[in-house]
């Protein structure tokens, strides 16, 4: 089961102080990685009172949060329960203290072929003795449902084993969360048994251990007894990430080089043309043409105050090796902050500040380590670009190697006739060129490699400076293939502007977009900058959950189908907007008009800054005015 499924059964038993002890100091040396919640009540505590929490119980929301519920119960709880034959409430009164979930390198017990276990843990504070009257309860309902299970003793400490169908489970979750690479649940056929394996469960002392690998449990003992040869929080991998955990309500870790070093290197897909098998580059490739096998561990840490909600996500890298990916990202500590011409009403901003052409080289070696094929392509664009009008035009003398050190990139939702249902987002990228008119014809110049009648190229003078304008090919379901999204390119005084709405790229020749303040001025963005070490670390970005939020509610209350399709473009829960996933249990319909919740939206701003351990990422969201103290 992924390690993902797992953490929503922990999540249904627990809620989102701390134990005198982390629970990740009973982890073994070997552990892949953990999510921990340092106190479970106090997590609860400081999601019920954050915004999002307010704003679910906010009465506006109630037809809506209730008709999930019941979904929730009907779809996954209560099939869930029947399975494990337990109540899932039962269970989560009785931490008082932390949650941690890891997964762990030893191979789960009667399942061989898997390369990896889970292991459980929760601080059951002074309810041992609930505790042990659930276990005793667990015993009687599988019982009298005639379900297998056995007690057993490890280490002299009582524990029991249930005999549970993982595919099953899985196929429950499978509607939550389903799995990343989008496979369905392995289920017996039907003439045979479904495969059980089995989760083993116990307390020791006040901690309540759950786990599919026996071998895992010993280990937790011997570290609970100080008897173990390496606990997590000793090894050199850990104690270099252990300042980012400590203090945080919700933390995780990762041991990179041990969950990499796990990943097949190397798939076999049969050729189209001859159908026999080819090599095709595998994830672990991927990642480590990128540079990632420079890497030692991944840590992100959860804080909150009065003042708002941060995370920091720290990777630590080998000392003075960076490669791929990380070899461009060598970030200068420059201005990324949002310049004049920005709006205040944009829905979300970034700025890169990266030497460009070297930044393209790199990408084109990366890109050559995955995929020659893919390189090869980029390379016949590059040198076939122009020549139908100018045999000599080079696209990269002309247009890659003129370009700067300044990638901005923000989009903004209009609405025509100032109607909020017609809300549609635009784009707009610009990149910094020492010359921005030449840039900017060499790269219309990329429009003789469409056909004169999909891309309809145009020109026209505004303001004195020429705006180019083609269309995208758009392949329909019959094959055939028409002009898509129109785009406009056009010189500024410093960037080249590209945009997918004319008048955007107008406001920005414009100078700003008229009766509009500056992003720049807007309250309390300088102060939330602040929170993530200022706007002069070479990339920040910054995201108006009221611009977004805003025009999501009113697309999806006039159709669920809108909604599910606005979240899939945002990358939230593309699978789960399946038929059947979780997504399509919101009746988006029931949501409240904007207006009665807008108050629970605010932004949030992000950093990204690199030092001689690896690189930081900082996000924060400063709380909402009108929820201040």
Same mark, same amino acid.
Request: hydrophobic share 40%; proline share 7%; aromatic share 8%.
């Given at each position: ?117 889970? &292991? ?165 490739? &991927? ?48 201005? /990324? ?47 076939? /670009? ?56 060499? /790269? ?8 004169p009648e999909i891309a309809r190229y145009r020109q026209r003078e505004f303001l004195g400076r ?66 993530v070490g200022g706007m002069s670390t070479g990339f920040f970005t910054y995201d108006n959950k ?9 697309? /999806? ?73």
């Amino acid at each position: 089961m992924r390690i993902h499924r797992i953490l929503f059964l922990a999540a249904c038993c627990g809620g989102l102080g701390a134990a005198a002890a982390p629970l990740e100091s009973l982890l073994p040396g070997d552990t892949l990685g953990f999510i921990t919640i340092a106190s479970v009540p106090g997590a609860a505590e400081a999601v019920r009172t954050s915004a999002i929490g307010r704003l679910w119980n906010d009465p506006a929301m109630r037809l809506f949060r209730e008709d999930f519920e019941r979904s929730l119960t009907n779809e996954a709880v209560a099939p869930l329960e029947l399975e494990l034959g337990l109540r899932l409430r039962d269970w989560s009164r009785l931490i008082e203290g932390g949650l941690t979930l890891a997964l762990t390198s030893t191979p789960a017990d009667q399942q061989p072929q898997r390369k990896s276990s889970f &292991v459980l843990l929760a601080d059951t504070g002074s309810k041992q003795a609930a505790a042990r009257s659930n276990l005793l309860t667990l015993h009687t309902n599988w019982t009298l449902a005639g379900r297998e299970f056995r007690v057993l003793k490890i280490q002299d400490e009582d524990f029991t084993a249930f005999k549970v169908h993982p595919g099953e489970i899985g196929r429950i979750l499978n509607l939550f969360l389903p799995d990343p690479d989008g496979t369905t649940p392995d289920l017996a056929p039907a003439s045979e048994p479904p495969a059980r394996t089995e989760w083993t469960l116990g307390l020791f002392g006040n901690i309540l251990i759950l786990s599919d690998s026996v071998r895992e449990i010993e280990k937790v003992l011997a570290a609970g007894k100080n008897a173990a040869r390496l606990p997590l929080t000793q090894t050199d991998t850990y104690t270099a990430q252990a300042g980012l955990l400590s203090n945080a309500i919700v933390g995780a870790w990762i041991n990179l080089p041990a969950t990499l070093s796990r990943l097949p290197q190397k798939k076999e897909r049969p050729s189209i043309e001859t159908g026999e098998a080819q090599g095709a580059f595998s994830l672990a490739q &991927v990642l480590q043409a990128l540079g990632f096998k420079e890497t030692r561990s991944l840590a992100a840490a959860v804080r909150r105050s009065s003042a708002g909600t941060g995370v920091e996500v720290r990777l630590a890298m080998q000392d003075g090796k960076r490669s791929g990916l990380f070899e461009m990202l060598n970030l200068p500590a420059k201005d /990324a902050g949002p310049p004049p011409f920005v709006p205040e009403d944009a829905a979300s901003f970034t700025r890169l500040r990266l030497p460009l052409p070297r930044l393209w080289s790199q990408i084109e070696t990366t890109l050559t380590a995955i995929s020659p094929p893919a390189a090869n392509f980029l390379k016949f664009v590059m040198e076939t /670009a122009g020549k139908d009008k100018d045999p000599a035009f080079d696209l990269r003398a002309r247009l890659v190697e003129r370009l700067g050190d300044d990638l901005i990139s923000y989009n903004r939702y209009l609405r025509p006739g100032g109607t909020r249902s017609q809300a549609r987002l635009a784009n707009i990228k610009l990149v910094a060129a020492p010359n921005p008119e030449a840039s900017a014809e060499a /790269a219309a110049a990329l429009v003789s490699l469409l056909p004169p009648e999909i891309a309809r190229y145009r020109q026209r003078e505004f303001l004195g400076r020429m705006i180019h304008s083609a269309s995208t090919p758009l392949t329909l379901e019959d094959g055939s293939i028409v002009p898509g999204t129109q785009y406009y390119c056009a010189a500024g005084p410093f960037h080249v502007g590209l945009a997918d709405d004319a008048s955007l790229l107008e406001d920005y020749l414009r100078g700003g977009s008229p009766n509009q303040r500056p992003l720049a001025a807007r309250p309390g963005l300088a102060e939330a900058a602040r929170m993530v070490g200022g706007m002069s670390t070479g990339f920040f970005t910054y995201d108006n959950k009221g611009e977004s939020m805003r025009a999501f509610f009113d697309s /999806a209350q006039k159709d669920s189908l809108n909604a599910i399709s606005i979240l899939k473009t945002m990358r939230v829960g593309a699978k789960t907007g399946e038929e059947g996933g979780f997504l399509n249990w919101f009746d988006w319909t029931l949501l409240p008009p904007f207006e009665r919740v807008a108050r629970y939206f605010h932004f949030s701003v992000a950093t990204l800054a690199r030092d001689t351990q690896g690189y930081v990422y900082r996000w924060f969201a400063p709380a909402p005015p009108a929820l201040r103290p």
